[in-house]
């Protein structure tokens, strides 16, 4: 159902109080947008063009006005059954940048939790342009849309969008939109422009797969004369090269040198940084004749240039600490520096404060501390600041009360980072603690985000909490606290990313951004993304905020890493609920994605186990150590090793409340090397090479067998060591290939290279090759016909009689060995960058018979 009607509604700046917030940041690819950027953004007219069901009183028109306090002023599907969505149709091709979601007055059941955006010309053919979800609340939320093609070359011109409900908040609800708003620029003096640049790029992509199937079906004529008519390239002449070697020709010893000469160049380098990290964990059994006791809420800090880190405090289950630690790196040793730190003008015990390192001046600063609630007096609620000068090895308090100079009140599961360029120390969340009170049933007070400029030894508070007495005011910018959230800073994007944390009873799963240039504040848009090596059932696609979460970041890399461990349910410490694991994430800065590089469930552990592995971890199988689900622990960044530590904590044992950790972990992420990529790539050819060489000469075959394959073969890994035994049944199986091709049932193959193949096998393998090292050295069969399955396109077979018989086989069995080989160069080539290859789709993916 279509109608005519138009919109017309306000501006899309949104706000909560005074402080603006830009939902949905947008990857974008550096350099890869050629085109002038965005002066203008006009709000968009567009009608309701076709929509699945809606409810009666609840038209799709209704989300063309915005009435936020009339309850029937929005569309509502009939049922929530999927698929469910409402398409827009544009006045004319706009290229669409944001989109602007109107709310009810107050939060409703029907909001839509999750949702996705699609968009193109043809409202049958239409792309993702964003997947996110809208709050439970009555604010306004605006996302940016995505307006670029996927290789970033063009502008993305739009005429139908559509909008697809996922999930509403009331899960049994049906999906409700109250108000559309869409911005972008449609004045065909802009459009026309960018309508002819991506009409062009879909032109030369079709001539491309044109081109691709000519050459697979062996139409070389029609190749030759549509590419020399359209001086359009199917790829990059370096990737020809190799299709004539190895295609063409058979040379197997060329095509390797070939591969080894792109490696080298570091053609395959864009791939190999795509794919998960790899780690392992080390226990550090460290030769120090003393080192830090069992504890958890402690802190530990890098000096990455001298290769040091210091420890600080915590709580062994009976008392708060005060010793001071550092261990050496390179030495691999543990020296106490302080044992009672408050004996040398140092702070007094302390769990659950924070540290920070100041590479310049090379001091650390010290804040904020838990106290319980029976010493929680107005004597003992100061907020006291201290430093710790490691080349003078002398503490020296800076404040006594940080509240009383413009500082934050004493906070606990706060967060501290240091901008050391500006000289600016960020402090932000955390809860307050105030006097205790004859009545505990008092609200918690969550701390706002403060600034401290250590040149001038001067606070700022930059965001109050949105619940402060203040926040209402117009001048005052808020932000809602938390607490157990994680907090790092890009020094380079100059930027504050802040993840997760809790608010009573509420997870806060987003991932907000400050830039404290620009003083401004961003939600990024979640999105689905790669699972990392691990696809089971409980796969999340970002940790969980109802987790102990500990952050680092790389600023060189923009990478963030979050070790996600025991979730301490409802306060509870017991891990006997199946949720005790641990996992790794990174979130790229530049994909914008989430990927969870390992995740280990431990079955429900107690004393007993801990006791079996001396503190120090869950046996993970093979002998393999790694740290067991805990909390209160601490992990910190070596940013010049590369390498994580992470040291104690609490492993949530009921029956043993007072148990920590004293366990020292290293932790190394590593890529795929480009040897390791070379090894698997010589592996595929000389397997190749070798199926064919069995057909005609087994004693060959097994020689090559023996001295070749072998040598790219790592004969410690299992799987791989089984996969080359496998290889050797290859002589002992008939080859006659005119008998094969007179059999009932076989099926004559058109000299096909990928068409047909199950496409989405196909991309499952050629994601397995992720860990090329090899694992799963097989993850690219060349041995099953049903790999080299028949195209959509059929083929007359006529019966074969006589002489003919004779000259099919031998033509039939030309073209698998054809096939075979396309079959290979296709997987190759999708380790080299796309822009330098042939189309990944094929010609025959657009036809269906």
């Not at 004045?187 to 032109?203: F, G, H, I, Q, V």
């Not at 960020?426 to 049933?441: A, D, E, H, N, W």
């Not at 250590?454 to 109050?464: E, G, K, S």
């Amino acid at each position: 159902m279509s109608t005519s009607t138009t919109t017309t509604s306000s501006p899309t700046d949104s706000s909560n109080g005074s402080l603006a917030i830009s939902y949905g940041a947008v990857p974008v690819v550096p350099g890869a947008n050629t085109q002038k950027p965005f002066t203008l953004s006009e709000r968009l007219n567009f009608e309701i063009y076709r929509y699945s069901s809606c409810s009666p009183n609840y038209l799709p028109e209704n989300v063309l006005v915005d009435c936020p306090n009339d309850q029937t002023s929005r569309w509502s599907a009939y049922t929530n059954s999927p698929p469910q969505f409402l398409t827009l149709k544009l006045r004319r091709p706009a290229i669409v940048q944001k989109i602007k979601f109107g709310k009810f007055e107050k939060s409703h059941v029907c909001n839509i939790k999750k949702f996705r955006v699609f968009g193109g010309l043809e409202d049958e053919h239409m792309v993702l342009l964003l997947e996110a979800g809208l709050k439970n609340d009555n604010i306004p939320e605006v996302f940016n849309l995505r307006c670029m093609t996927e290789d970033g070359a063009e502008n993305l011109p739009i005429l139908y969008l559509k909008i697809v409900p996922l999930l509403s908040w009331g899960p049994s609800f049906n999906f409700s939109i109250w108000y559309i708003e869409l911005h972008g620029q449609d004045d065909p003096m802009y459009t026309c422009a960018r309508m002819k640049s991506y009409n062009t790029l879909r032109e030369n992509e079709i001539i491309k797969l044109c081109l691709k199937h000519f050459r697979q079906q062996g139409y070389m004529k029609a190749f030759g004369a549509l590419q020399e008519q359209t001086n359009v390239r199917l790829e990059h002449p370096l990737i020809s090269e190799l299709h004539k070697y190895l295609v063409v020709q058979g040379d197997f010893e060329q095509a390797e040198r070939f591969i080894a000469k792109c490696i080298e160049d570091g053609l395959m380098d864009e791939y190999l940084n795509k794919q998960d990290y790899k780690h392992d964990w080390q226990m550090k059994y460290t030769q120090s004749e003393i080192k830090p006791g069992n504890r958890g809420g402690h802190q530990l800090v890098v000096d990455a240039k001298k290769r040091l880190i210091y420890l600080y405090g915590g709580w062994d289950g009976y008392q708060d600490l005060s010793d001071l630690w550092v261990y050496n790196i390179e030495l691999d040793e543990w020296t106490l520096l302080c044992e009672r730190s408050e004996l040398s003008n140092g702070p007094t015990p302390r769990s659950c404060h924070k540290l920070i390192f100041d590479p310049i001046s090379e001091n650390i600063f010290m804040l904020g501390r838990y106290l319980d609630n029976s010493i929680r007096t107005s004597d003992y609620i100061k907020s006291d600041f201290y430093l710790y000068d490691t080349r003078a090895r002398n503490w020296m308090q800076i404040c006594d009360d940080t509240s009383q100079v413009g500082g934050p009140q004493l906070v606990y599961d706060h967060q501290m980072c240091i901008d050391a360029d500006k000289r600016t120390i960020y402090v932000f969340g955390g809860k307050i603690l105030t006097p205790r009170s004859p009545t505990s049933s008092t609200e918690p007070e969550y701390s706002g985000l403060f600034s401290y400029h250590i040149a001038t030894n001067t606070w700022t508070q930059i965001l109050v909490d949105c619940h402060h007495a203040s926040a209402s005011q117009a001048d005052v910018m808020s932000i809602k606290s938390r607490i157990t959230h994680c907090m790092v800073f890009h020094n380079k994007q100059r930027k504050l990313y802040i993840y997760g944390g809790q608010r009573g009873k509420e997870d806060l799963d987003e991932l907000l951004t400050y830039d404290v240039d620009s003083q401004s504040i961003s939600l990024i848009n979640k999105e689905h993304s790669h699972l990392g090596t691990n696809t089971s059932t409980e796969a999340k696609f970002e940790p969980s905020s109802g987790y102990t979460l500990r952050a680092t970041i790389d600023c060189d890399r923009d990478e963030i890493y979050v070790f996600s461990s025991l979730n301490k349910v409802k306060d509870r410490r017991d891990v006997h609920h199946v949720d005790a694991s641990n996992s790794f994430w990174v979130y790229s800065l530049r994909t914008h994605k989430w990927s969870r590089i390992y995740y280990c469930r431990h079955n429900a552990q107690d004393v007993n186990s801990i006791n079996k592995a001396n503190f120090l971890g869950a046996s993970k199988g093979d002998d393999v150590l790694e740290p067991c689900p805990r909390y209160a622990h601490q992990l910190v960044y070596d940013e010049l090793a590369k390498t994580h530590y992470l040291f104690g904590g609490n492993p949530g044992i009921f029956q043993y409340q007072q148990l920590r950790l004293d366990d020292f972990w290293l932790l190394q992420l590593e890529k795929p090397k480009r040897d390791e990529i070379l090894k698997h790539c010589r592996y595929l050819v000389r397997k190749l090479r070798y199926e064919e060489m069995a057909r005609s000469d087994p004693i060959k075959a097994m020689e090559y067998l023996r001295h070749h394959i072998s040598d790219v073969i790592d004969h410690t890994d299992t799987e791989q060591l089984n996969n080359f035994h496998k290889l050797a049944s290859l002589l002992f199986k008939p080859h006659d290939n005119s008998q094969d091709s007179l059999s009932p049932r076989a099926t004559p193959e058109p000299c096909t290279e990928t068409e047909g193949f199950d496409t989405e096998a196909a991309s499952s393998k050629i994601e397995m090759t992720a860990n090329v090292g090899l694992g799963a050295a097989e993850n690219i069969s060349l041995e099953s016909n049903e790999s080299l399955a028949t195209s959509g396109i059929s083929e007359t077979v006529s019966s074969p009689s006589g002489s003919s018989c004779t000259k099919r086989a031998r033509t039939e069995a030309s073209c698998e060995l054809q096939n075979r080989r396309a079959y290979l160069f296709n997987k190759l080539v999708q380790l080299m960058p796309a822009s330098m290859v042939q189309p990944e789709r094929n010609l025959s993916d657009f036809v269906i018979i």
